[in-house]
């Protein structure tokens, strides 16, 4: 991923979705990778969400407390269309 923003936006997504449906195997699985990222490529060590107007990601890089912000109709897009077509995403518990 070559931006923060593109790999927080990512990360809040499916984030957003693992909570809605913490049986959903692949959204954890999903979200843990994406976690990864953040950890690994951008150095992010803490992340903290609030939903106010928008979401708020409060992280941690290089020692340095930062946030982001994203209108809660984009991250939430992927969620709705779940629940919208819930047969063409289907949960696969372990």
């Known amino acids: 991923m070559k931006s923060l923003q593109d790999a927080l936006y990512n990360w809040l ?17 999903t979200v843990a990778f994406f976690r ?18 928008m979401y708020i990601v409060a992280y941690e ?7 982001a912000r994203f ?3 984009l991250i939430e897009a992927m969620l709705r269309q779940i629940e919208e077509a819930p047969e063409k ?6």
């Open 13 to 29: 997504t499916i984030y957003v979705v693992a909570e809605a449906r913490p049986d959903d195997i692949a959204a954890q699985e």
């Open 36 to 53: 990864e990222i953040l950890k690994h490529d951008f150095n992010i060590t803490k992340v903290e969400v609030k939903k106010e107007d």
């Open 71 to 73: 209108p809660m109709e």
């Open 89 to 94: 995403y289907r949960n696969y518990p372990s």
């Open 61 to 67: 890089r290089d020692g340095e407390q930062k946030s």
